[in-house]
């Protein structure tokens, strides 16, 4: 199964209901999943099997990556 793509906005629109699910029978809100941050995107994977269910492309609006970013930082 391939990983779904979507831009920050859409994510930033659907996070609330947004919903994925695996090949491996987990499903769950996007919020569930594994959130890691790459330089430019943003990889939710599955928390069963690691399985990158989600990309999100967070470059196409630079505040809420740098927003993004910022908040990671410990
Ligand atoms: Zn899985």
Redesign the pocket.
Known sequence: MAAKQMNIKDYNKQEATLRLS?????EGKAKEAYGELYEAVLDFE?P????TLLIVDLIVDAQKYFDHKASKKP
């Not at 069963?48 to 399985?51: A, E, G, M």
């Open positions: 695996c090949t491996c029978g987990w599955c069963k099997c690691d399985t």
